[in-house]
């Protein structure tokens, strides 16, 4: 079964850092980008970034850049998403999603982080 | 950056009639556009790429179109599954992605 799942919402208090996994299977883990979206309660979907998973090789937006470091080990054909010093901004849905002709043909199921003091 | 913009935000109608909408982008995209579906508490389906493709599994009641900078979604004959909330989505020249306000679709 193709598919992308994610690890378990997480609390966190502000300026920690918060590690996000994505474990896929049933489909050749290197032969797609793996991106990370977030959605904020009521609010658009904003991209993060991606990893070419065959090289590593990162881009992130830059309004994340410096703050969010995005990873993979292929021998367990997962993505990670970490992101640093979080407010309560961040407080968000996140995502992983299989890119695909400039597009994301397959998603994570979500994983809630909240950011509470 | 890329700015989307969806119309409207709020569309009222009801099983078996046709709804369109709208997506404008402020800079040229090209073929880079794609429609989403999202149910609550659901992660996004892809329902359209690059702007007409139809993807895996679609009914074939969807249908994407347009050219810079307006694009359309069309559902031709509603269902009650259909209602949800759709979200456009661009990939641009500097490989930056960036996602319209969405459009909820409820029954009137």
């Known amino acids: 079964q193709v598919q992308l799942v994610q690890s378990g919402a997480e609390v966190k208090k502000p300026g920690a850092s918060v590690r996000v996994s994505c474990k896929a299977s049933g489909y050749t883990f290197t032969e797609n980008a793996m991106h990370w979206v977030r959605q904020a309660s009521g609010q658009r979907f904003e991209w993060l970034g991606w990893?070419?998973?065959?090289?590593?090789?990162?881009k992130y937006s830059q309004k994340f850049q410096g703050r969010v470091t995005i990873t993979r080990d292929t021998s367990a054909t997962t993505a990670y998403m970490e992101l640093h010093s979080l407010t309560s901004e961040d407080t968000a849905a996140y995502y992983c999603?299989?890119?695909?002709?400039?597009?994301?043909?397959?998603w994570g199921q979500g994983s809630l982080v909240t950011v509470s003091s | 950056d890329i700015q989307m913009t969806q119309s409207p935000s709020t569309l009222s109608a009801s099983v078996g009639e046709r709804v369109t909408i709208t997506c404008r982008a402020s800079q040229s995209i090209y073929k880079w556009l794609a429609w989403f579906q999202q149910k609550p508490g659901k992660a996004p389906k892809l329902l359209i790429y690059e702007v007409s493709k139809l993807g895996a599994g679609v009914p074939s009641r969807f249908s994407g179109s347009g050219s810079g900078p307006e694009f359309t979604l069309t559902i031709s004959c509603l269902q009650p599954d259909d209602f949800a909330i759709y979200y456009c989505?661009?990939?641009?020249?500097?490989?930056?992605?960036?996602f319209g306000q969405g459009t909820r679709l409820q029954i009137k």
């Open positions: 990893i070419f998973t065959d090289s590593g090789v990162t």
């Open positions: 989505q661009s990939y641009d020249d500097n490989s930056l992605y960036t």
């Open positions: 999603a299989r890119g695909f002709q400039g597009t994301f043909d397959l």
